[in-house]
Protein backbone atom coordinates (compact mmCIF):
# COMPACT_ATOMS: atom_id res chain seq x y z
CA UNK A 1 0.00 0.00 0.00
CA UNK A 2 1.67 3.24 -1.34
CA UNK A 3 0.95 6.39 1.47
CA UNK A 4 0.77 10.01 -0.09
CA UNK A 5 0.87 11.96 3.47
CA UNK A 6 0.20 15.62 3.94
CA UNK A 7 3.03 16.98 5.65
CA UNK A 8 1.05 20.71 5.34
CA UNK A 9 -2.44 19.49 6.66
CA UNK A 10 -1.77 20.85 10.16
CA UNK A 11 -1.62 24.51 8.55
CA UNK A 12 -5.09 23.66 9.24
CA UNK A 13 -6.39 24.35 12.51
CA UNK A 14 -9.68 25.17 13.44
CA UNK A 15 -10.61 26.48 16.57
CA UNK A 16 -14.82 26.41 17.05
CA UNK A 17 -17.37 25.53 14.96
CA UNK A 18 -20.85 25.84 15.21
CA UNK A 19 -22.60 22.34 16.61
CA UNK A 20 -26.27 21.58 17.29
CA UNK A 21 -26.46 25.58 17.87
CA UNK A 22 -23.44 26.16 20.15
CA UNK A 23 -19.75 27.30 19.21
CA UNK A 24 -17.34 24.08 20.34
CA UNK A 25 -14.33 22.81 19.88
CA UNK A 26 -13.37 21.43 16.48
CA UNK A 27 -14.32 17.88 16.13
CA UNK A 28 -11.97 17.65 12.49
CA UNK A 29 -8.39 18.30 14.25
CA UNK A 30 -5.13 17.17 13.22
CA UNK A 31 -4.30 14.26 15.50
CA UNK A 32 -6.93 12.55 12.71
CA UNK A 33 -4.18 12.21 10.24
CA UNK A 34 -1.10 12.29 12.43
CA UNK A 35 -2.11 8.83 14.39
CA UNK A 36 -3.21 7.31 11.39
CA UNK A 37 0.36 7.76 9.95
CA UNK A 38 1.87 6.45 12.64
CA UNK A 39 0.03 3.52 12.86
CA UNK A 40 1.07 2.76 9.21
CA UNK A 41 4.36 3.09 10.27
CA UNK A 42 3.95 0.91 13.33
CA UNK A 43 2.14 -2.28 10.94
CA UNK A 44 5.25 -0.84 8.08
CA UNK A 45 2.50 -1.71 5.38
CA UNK A 46 4.41 0.54 2.85
CA UNK A 47 6.20 3.31 1.80
CA UNK A 48 5.08 7.17 2.59
CA UNK A 49 5.91 9.49 -0.31
CA UNK A 50 5.15 13.59 -0.25
CA UNK A 51 2.83 14.45 -3.00
CA UNK A 52 3.88 16.47 -6.22
CA UNK A 53 3.05 19.55 -6.68
CA UNK A 54 -0.13 19.19 -9.01
CA UNK A 55 -0.81 22.86 -9.75
CA UNK A 56 -4.20 24.18 -9.90
CA UNK A 57 -5.09 22.75 -13.23
CA UNK A 58 -6.43 18.80 -11.91
CA UNK A 59 -8.09 21.39 -9.30
CA UNK A 60 -9.80 23.33 -11.67
CA UNK A 61 -11.52 19.82 -13.34
CA UNK A 62 -13.47 19.63 -10.55
CA UNK A 63 -14.21 23.57 -8.70
CA UNK A 64 -14.68 26.64 -10.31
CA UNK A 65 -12.01 29.01 -10.63
CA UNK A 66 -13.53 31.95 -8.87
CA UNK A 67 -14.40 29.59 -6.40
CA UNK A 68 -10.49 28.43 -6.22
CA UNK A 69 -9.83 32.14 -6.10
CA UNK A 70 -11.89 32.68 -3.01
CA UNK A 71 -9.88 30.56 -1.06
CA UNK A 72 -6.61 31.02 -1.96
CA UNK A 73 -6.83 34.73 -0.90
CA UNK A 74 -9.55 34.44 1.65
CA UNK A 75 -7.86 34.69 4.52
CA UNK A 76 -5.67 37.82 3.98
CA UNK A 77 -9.01 39.45 3.22
CA UNK A 78 -10.51 38.40 6.44
CA UNK A 79 -7.11 39.80 8.03
CA UNK A 80 -7.42 43.32 6.57
CA UNK A 81 -10.88 43.64 7.19
CA UNK A 82 -9.79 44.12 11.07
CA UNK A 83 -5.76 43.11 12.19
CA UNK A 84 -7.53 41.06 15.07
CA UNK A 85 -9.16 38.27 12.90
CA UNK A 86 -5.61 37.21 12.60
CA UNK A 87 -6.46 35.60 16.10
CA UNK A 88 -9.93 34.03 14.91
CA UNK A 89 -10.82 31.50 12.61
CA UNK A 90 -13.45 33.29 9.69
CA UNK A 91 -17.29 31.51 9.67
CA UNK A 92 -19.95 32.51 7.14
CA UNK A 93 -22.90 34.01 8.53
CA UNK A 94 -25.13 34.17 5.57
CA UNK A 95 -26.23 32.07 2.78
CA UNK A 96 -28.13 32.65 -0.62
CA UNK A 97 -30.76 30.18 -0.35
CA UNK A 98 -33.59 29.25 -2.97
CA UNK A 99 -34.84 32.65 -4.85
CA UNK A 100 -31.57 34.28 -4.25
CA UNK A 101 -29.03 35.23 -6.88
CA UNK A 102 -25.48 33.06 -6.86
CA UNK A 103 -24.48 34.48 -10.54
CA UNK A 104 -23.24 38.05 -8.75
CA UNK A 105 -20.30 37.85 -6.99
CA UNK A 106 -20.67 40.32 -4.52
CA UNK A 107 -17.47 42.28 -3.12
CA UNK A 108 -18.30 42.42 0.43
CA UNK A 109 -16.25 39.21 2.17
CA UNK A 110 -19.31 37.77 4.16
CA UNK A 111 -21.51 37.70 1.66
CA UNK A 112 -18.77 36.05 -0.79
CA UNK A 113 -18.29 33.43 1.79
CA UNK A 114 -21.59 32.82 2.64
CA UNK A 115 -21.68 32.20 -1.08
CA UNK A 116 -19.01 29.48 -1.37
CA UNK A 117 -20.46 27.75 1.83
CA UNK A 118 -23.28 26.00 2.91
CA UNK A 119 -23.15 25.68 6.98
CA UNK A 120 -21.57 27.57 10.16
CA UNK A 121 -19.32 24.11 10.99
CA UNK A 122 -16.13 24.56 9.21
CA UNK A 123 -13.52 27.42 9.86
CA UNK A 124 -11.58 29.23 7.60
CA UNK A 125 -8.02 29.66 9.30
CA UNK A 126 -4.95 30.97 8.25
CA UNK A 127 -3.43 27.71 6.45
CA UNK A 128 -6.67 26.76 5.69
CA UNK A 129 -5.87 27.08 1.51
CA UNK A 130 -2.27 25.54 2.22
CA UNK A 131 -3.39 22.76 3.67
CA UNK A 132 -6.43 21.92 1.71
CA UNK A 133 -4.35 22.70 -1.81
CA UNK A 134 -1.58 20.29 -1.00
CA UNK A 135 -4.30 17.63 -0.02
CA UNK A 136 -5.58 17.65 -3.58
CA UNK A 137 -2.17 17.24 -4.91
CA UNK A 138 -1.74 14.09 -2.69
CA UNK A 139 -5.54 12.71 -4.25
CA UNK A 140 -3.85 13.52 -8.03
CA UNK A 141 -0.33 11.97 -6.89
CA UNK A 142 -2.36 8.85 -5.44
CA UNK A 143 -4.30 8.30 -8.36
CA UNK A 144 -0.62 8.82 -11.06
CA UNK A 145 0.19 6.19 -8.86
CA UNK A 146 -2.46 3.74 -9.64
CA UNK A 147 -3.06 4.91 -13.21
CA UNK A 148 0.80 3.55 -13.71
CA UNK A 149 0.08 0.63 -12.71
CA UNK A 150 -0.23 -0.02 -8.77
CA UNK A 151 -2.76 -1.56 -7.48
CA UNK A 152 -3.61 0.81 -4.73
CA UNK A 153 -2.91 4.06 -2.88
CA UNK A 154 -3.86 5.92 0.17
CA UNK A 155 -4.49 9.57 0.17
CA UNK A 156 -3.81 10.39 3.49
CA UNK A 157 -4.70 14.47 4.41
CA UNK A 158 -6.63 16.46 6.00
CA UNK A 159 -9.37 18.76 5.81
CA UNK A 160 -11.34 16.05 4.17
CA UNK A 161 -13.11 17.10 0.68
CA UNK A 162 -16.28 14.66 0.57
CA UNK A 163 -18.57 17.77 1.25
CA UNK A 164 -17.20 20.17 -0.65
CA UNK A 165 -18.85 20.84 -4.31
CA UNK A 166 -17.55 22.44 -7.24
CA UNK A 167 -17.65 26.04 -5.87
CA UNK A 168 -18.93 25.19 -2.05
CA UNK A 169 -17.57 24.67 1.27
CA UNK A 170 -19.18 22.68 4.37
CA UNK A 171 -19.02 19.50 6.74
CA UNK A 172 -15.26 20.09 7.50
CA UNK A 173 -14.39 20.38 3.68
CA UNK A 174 -12.93 22.39 0.67
CA UNK A 175 -11.59 20.94 -2.08
CA UNK A 176 -13.10 17.22 -2.89
CA UNK A 177 -10.34 15.12 -2.92
CA UNK A 178 -12.19 12.18 -4.30
CA UNK A 179 -13.56 14.25 -6.86
CA UNK A 180 -10.34 15.27 -8.28
CA UNK A 181 -8.82 11.55 -7.78
CA UNK A 182 -11.65 10.54 -9.84
CA UNK A 183 -11.13 12.86 -12.84
CA UNK A 184 -7.36 12.70 -12.56
CA UNK A 185 -8.38 8.74 -13.61
CA UNK A 186 -10.31 9.73 -16.44
CA UNK A 187 -7.77 11.61 -17.79
CA UNK A 188 -5.21 9.26 -17.05
CA UNK A 189 -7.09 6.82 -19.64
CA UNK A 190 -9.96 4.87 -17.54
CA UNK A 191 -13.35 5.01 -19.52
CA UNK A 192 -15.16 5.00 -16.27
CA UNK A 193 -14.32 5.33 -12.59
CA UNK A 194 -16.52 4.50 -9.70
CA UNK A 195 -16.41 6.48 -6.41
CA UNK A 196 -17.55 4.32 -2.99
CA UNK A 197 -18.35 6.49 -0.17
CA UNK A 198 -18.36 4.64 3.13
CA UNK A 199 -18.48 7.76 5.44
CA UNK A 200 -21.07 8.01 7.57
CA UNK A 201 -22.02 11.32 6.02
CA UNK A 202 -23.44 11.36 2.05
CA UNK A 203 -20.76 12.29 0.02
CA UNK A 204 -23.10 15.43 -1.47
CA UNK A 205 -20.43 17.45 -3.04
CA UNK A 206 -18.91 14.08 -4.89
CA UNK A 207 -22.78 12.94 -6.08
CA UNK A 208 -23.36 17.02 -7.05
CA UNK A 209 -19.90 17.25 -8.83
CA UNK A 210 -20.60 13.91 -11.30
CA UNK A 211 -24.74 13.75 -11.06
CA UNK A 212 -25.26 14.13 -14.63
CA UNK A 213 -22.08 12.45 -15.70
CA UNK A 214 -22.39 8.88 -16.87
CA UNK A 215 -18.19 8.23 -17.21
CA UNK A 216 -17.99 8.48 -13.17
CA UNK A 217 -20.88 6.06 -10.56
CA UNK A 218 -20.55 7.37 -7.29
CA UNK A 219 -22.32 5.15 -4.68
CA UNK A 220 -22.72 5.91 -0.75
CA UNK A 221 -23.31 4.00 2.36
CA UNK A 222 -24.32 6.47 4.78
CA UNK A 223 -26.84 7.88 7.55
CA UNK A 224 -30.24 8.52 6.55
CA UNK A 225 -30.71 12.25 5.69
CA UNK A 226 -34.08 12.18 7.64
CA UNK A 227 -31.94 12.27 10.39
CA UNK A 228 -28.71 12.58 9.85
CA UNK A 229 -25.80 15.16 8.19
CA UNK A 230 -25.94 16.95 5.82
CA UNK A 231 -29.98 16.61 5.37
CA UNK A 232 -30.61 18.16 2.03
CA UNK A 233 -29.01 15.14 -0.07
CA UNK A 234 -28.47 11.64 0.40
CA UNK A 235 -32.02 10.24 -0.45
CA UNK A 236 -32.79 6.79 -1.89
CA UNK A 237 -34.63 8.36 -5.22
CA UNK A 238 -31.40 10.62 -6.11
CA UNK A 239 -30.52 7.95 -9.25
CA UNK A 240 -28.94 10.86 -11.36
CA UNK A 241 -29.86 12.83 -14.19
CA UNK A 242 -29.45 13.46 -17.41
CA UNK A 243 -26.58 11.62 -19.11
CA UNK A 244 -25.79 10.35 -15.71
CA UNK A 245 -29.80 8.54 -15.03
CA UNK A 246 -28.68 5.37 -13.14
CA UNK A 247 -25.10 6.36 -12.31
CA UNK A 248 -26.32 7.74 -8.87
CA UNK A 249 -26.59 5.37 -6.03
CA UNK A 250 -27.37 6.08 -2.38
CA UNK A 251 -27.98 3.38 0.75
CA UNK A 252 -29.20 5.13 3.70
CA UNK A 253 -29.04 3.71 6.91
CA UNK A 254 -30.94 4.13 10.17
CA UNK A 255 -29.03 5.30 13.29
CA UNK A 256 -27.68 2.45 15.11
CA UNK A 257 -27.06 0.13 12.03
CA UNK A 258 -24.48 -2.66 13.04
CA UNK A 259 -22.35 -4.35 10.71
CA UNK A 260 -24.12 -6.98 9.46
CA UNK A 261 -26.95 -4.89 8.06
CA UNK A 262 -23.73 -2.35 6.73
CA UNK A 263 -22.15 -5.09 5.18
CA UNK A 264 -25.44 -5.82 2.98
CA UNK A 265 -25.49 -2.33 1.75
CA UNK A 266 -21.67 -2.52 1.22
CA UNK A 267 -22.09 -5.68 -1.07
CA UNK A 268 -24.77 -4.12 -3.33
CA UNK A 269 -22.94 -1.21 -3.93
CA UNK A 270 -19.98 -2.89 -5.22
CA UNK A 271 -22.38 -5.16 -6.88
CA UNK A 272 -23.54 -1.97 -8.83
CA UNK A 273 -20.12 -0.52 -9.10
CA UNK A 274 -18.75 -4.35 -11.09
CA UNK A 275 -22.01 -3.66 -13.08
CA UNK A 276 -21.26 -0.02 -14.33
CA UNK A 277 -18.01 -1.32 -16.29
CA UNK A 278 -15.72 0.92 -13.52
CA UNK A 279 -12.38 0.10 -14.81
CA UNK A 280 -10.81 1.82 -11.54
CA UNK A 281 -12.22 2.76 -7.94
CA UNK A 282 -12.02 5.69 -5.89
CA UNK A 283 -12.82 5.35 -1.88
CA UNK A 284 -14.03 7.99 0.20
CA UNK A 285 -12.78 6.48 3.24
CA UNK A 286 -14.58 7.61 6.17
CA UNK A 287 -14.27 5.89 9.50
CA UNK A 288 -16.98 7.65 11.43
CA UNK A 289 -19.29 4.80 11.33
CA UNK A 290 -17.25 3.24 14.15
CA UNK A 291 -19.50 2.68 17.36
CA UNK A 292 -17.37 5.44 19.22
CA UNK A 293 -17.65 8.19 16.96
CA UNK A 294 -18.71 11.14 18.78
CA UNK A 295 -20.69 12.69 16.06
CA UNK A 296 -22.27 10.12 14.12
CA UNK A 297 -24.52 6.54 14.85
CA UNK A 298 -23.42 3.12 13.43
CA UNK A 299 -21.92 0.82 15.19
CA UNK A 300 -18.93 -0.88 13.44
CA UNK A 301 -15.90 -2.48 15.38
CA UNK A 302 -11.75 -2.16 14.82
CA UNK A 303 -12.15 -5.82 14.01
CA UNK A 304 -14.94 -5.44 11.38
CA UNK A 305 -12.54 -2.71 9.48
CA UNK A 306 -10.73 -6.03 8.19
CA UNK A 307 -13.19 -7.50 6.60
CA UNK A 308 -14.85 -4.34 4.63
CA UNK A 309 -10.59 -4.08 3.81
CA UNK A 310 -11.61 -7.64 2.07
CA UNK A 311 -14.63 -6.98 0.43
CA UNK A 312 -13.38 -3.99 -1.63
CA UNK A 313 -9.78 -5.84 -2.37
CA UNK A 314 -12.72 -9.22 -3.76
CA UNK A 315 -13.80 -5.71 -6.38
CA UNK A 316 -10.79 -6.29 -8.12
CA UNK A 317 -10.29 -2.73 -9.16
CA UNK A 318 -7.30 -0.50 -9.16
CA UNK A 319 -8.11 1.46 -5.93
CA UNK A 320 -7.28 5.09 -4.43
CA UNK A 321 -7.90 5.33 -1.18
CA UNK A 322 -8.93 9.57 0.78
CA UNK A 323 -9.08 9.72 3.83
CA UNK A 324 -11.98 10.80 4.99
CA UNK A 325 -14.05 11.75 8.52
CA UNK A 326 -13.74 9.87 12.08
CA UNK A 327 -13.69 11.62 15.04
CA UNK A 328 -13.01 8.96 17.56
CA UNK A 329 -9.26 10.01 17.53
CA UNK A 330 -7.92 7.31 19.92
CA UNK A 331 -9.57 4.59 17.64
CA UNK A 332 -9.08 6.07 13.99
CA UNK A 333 -5.83 5.67 13.38
CA UNK A 334 -5.79 1.23 14.25
CA UNK A 335 -9.29 1.24 12.40
CA UNK A 336 -7.88 2.93 9.08
CA UNK A 337 -5.35 0.63 8.81
CA UNK A 338 -7.11 -2.37 9.46
CA UNK A 339 -9.15 -1.19 6.55
CA UNK A 340 -6.12 -1.05 4.55
CA UNK A 341 -4.17 -4.20 6.02
CA UNK A 342 -7.85 -5.87 5.24
CA UNK A 343 -7.37 -5.12 1.93
CA UNK A 344 -3.49 -5.60 0.95
Not at 20 to 29: I, M
Not at 199 to 217: L, S
Not at 228 to 239: C, I, S
Not at 310 to 320: F, I, S
Request: glycine residues 10%.
Amino acid sequence: MITVYNHHHALHQGKLEMFRGQLVPCFEVPTRADDVLQELQRRQLGEVLAPQDCGRGPIERIHSPRYLDFLAGAWSEWVALDPANAERDALPSVWPVRSFRSDVLPANFSARMGLFSYDAGTPLTSGTWAAAYAGACCAVTAAQRVSGGARSAFSLSRPPGHHAGADFFGGYCFLNNAAIAAQALRDAGAERVAVLDIDYHHGNGTQAIFYERADVFFASVHGDPHTEYPFYLGYADETGQGAGLGCNLNLPLPRGTGFARWREALALALQRIAQSGAQALVVSLGLDTFEGDPISGFQLRSEDYFRVGEDLAVAGLPTVFVFEGGYAVDALGTNTVNVLEGYA
